[in-house]
């Protein structure tokens, strides 16, 4: 706030407040007001509570996830801005890589499929180690929650039962007669590495995305790309297919980082959900929005409430 003073006045006051600012960091109300290095918009990583842009993936789990990191982080003193629903990985990737985004909740294996497609590593831990050597300088995994949200090929409970399907090894005995629907890059990613692993080869891919549950239920697909915590998979009478070899890795949610945007704060808040979040609340959570129609905000608010985190 600017003040009229005489020009004396004004000197002594700003030696004054010179002198009083010169021991003082750029954080909190007593910095230096003429510093700027705090208004950068992913934050600083050398303490503070910092700025956080927290991105999603272009569903509803993601949108949940980040708004629970959003809401716990502003708990926390963060400043934070929210993008949702931005678009696949392909899209959110390099928004973090570049520090447009500071965080995104990520799913560990799928993240490492991305970076390395040919990575064998299946466990949680194997994961983890395998991302901590391939991800970028730029960038930093935090510690992975129990909770998983795993892909998986999934089929009717009819379809299961006529073909005697159990496993995606008996898929492949009779995949050549399927039409198999997901997300627009899941052939991308996939086709070659289900024919590797499995010998899996389908007559059709059709790129459903959030419809697939519904596609399978009505027989236009006979296979699909479900996750395992979708609210459909009973909805539908869905089965996830057995995967012995682990095609699919382990599928943690796991918080993603633009490193010179996270500050301590933010770390710390985001392990604290991480130790907390399970596969069982996540589900219960995606029950609240898909089929009670309850907002991700406010579903996220009161998981967070409850757990004591906001």
């Given at each position: 706030?600017?003040?009229m003073?005489?020009i004396a006045?004004?000197?002594?006051?700003a030696m004054l407040?010179l002198?009083?600012c010169?021991?003082s960091?750029?954080t909190?109300?007593?910095?230096?007001?003429?510093d700027t290095?705090?208004?950068a918009?992913?934050?600083?990583?050398?303490?503070?509570?910092?700025?956080?842009?927290?991105?999603?993936?272009?569903?509803?789990?993601?949108?949940?996830?980040g708004?629970?990191?959003a809401?716990?982080?502003?708990?926390?003193?963060?400043?934070v801005?929210?993008?949702?629903?931005?678009?696949?990985?392909?899209?959110?990737?390099?928004?973090?890589?570049?520090g447009?985004?500071?965080?995104?909740?990520e799913y560990?294996?799928n993240?490492?499929?991305?970076i390395d497609?040919?990575?064998t590593?299946?466990?949680?831990?194997?994961?983890?180690?395998?991302?901590?050597?391939?991800?970028?300088?730029e960038?930093?995994?935090?510690?992975?929650?129990?909770?998983?949200?795993?892909?998986?090929?999934?089929?009717?409970?009819d379809?299961?039962?006529?073909?005697?399907?159990n496993?995606?090894?008996d898929?492949?005995k009779?995949?050549?007669?399927?039409t198999?629907?997901?997300?627009p890059?899941?052939k991308?990613?996939?086709e070659?590495?289900?024919?590797?692993?499995?010998?899996?080869?389908?007559?059709e891919?059709?790129?459903?995305?959030?419809?697939?549950a519904?596609?399978?239920?009505?027989?236009?697909?006979?296979?699909?790309?479900?996750?395992?915590?979708?609210?459909k998979m009973t909805?539908?009478?869905l089965?996830a297919l057995q995967?012995p070899?682990?095609?699919?890795p382990?599928?943690?949610?796991?918080?993603?980082?633009?490193?010179?945007?996270?500050?301590?704060?933010?770390?710390?808040?985001?392990?604290?959900?991480?130790?907390?979040?399970?596969?069982?609340?996540?589900l219960?959570?995606m029950?609240?929005?898909s089929?009670?129609?309850?907002?991700?905000?406010?579903?996220?608010?009161?998981w967070?409430t409850?757990?004591?985190l906001?």
């Open positions: 706030m600017r003040r003073y005489g006045g004004v000197l002594i006051s407040a002198a009083a010169g021991g960091g750029s909190g109300t007593g910095g230096n007001p003429l290095s705090s208004a918009p992913s934050g600083s990583a050398s303490g503070g509570g910092g700025k956080a842009v927290i991105g999603s993936f272009d569903f509803d789990e993601s949108v949940l996830l708004s629970i990191y809401q716990a982080l502003e708990a926390k003193g963060v400043q801005e929210e993008k949702p629903r931005i678009g696949s990985r392909e899209a959110v990737y390099d928004q973090v890589k570049s447009g985004l500071t965080i995104v909740p560990n294996g993240l490492l499929a991305f497609l040919q990575n590593a299946a466990t949680t831990d194997e994961v983890n180690a395998a991302l901590k050597e391939k991800l970028p300088a960038l930093e995994v935090l510690d992975s929650s129990p909770a998983e949200d795993k892909d998986s090929l999934s089929v009717t409970k379809t299961q039962t006529k073909q005697s399907l496993t995606m090894e898929l492949a009779v995949s050549k007669n399927m198999v629907g997901g997300p890059e899941f991308k990613r996939w070659a590495r289900f024919k590797e692993v499995y010998g899996i080869e389908f007559k891919w059709k790129p459903t995305g959030p419809t697939t519904d596609a399978l239920k009505d027989g236009s697909i006979q296979a699909g790309n479900v996750f395992t915590t979708d609210p909805a539908n009478n089965v995967d070899k682990n095609v699919f382990a599928q943690n949610v796991t918080p993603l980082l633009y490193k010179a945007g996270a500050t301590d704060t933010i770390r710390t808040t985001l392990n604290s959900i991480s130790a907390k979040l399970t596969t069982e609340s996540l219960d959570m029950q609240k929005i089929v009670n129609k309850d907002e991700p905000a406010t579903v996220a608010k009161e967070l409850s757990n004591g906001a």
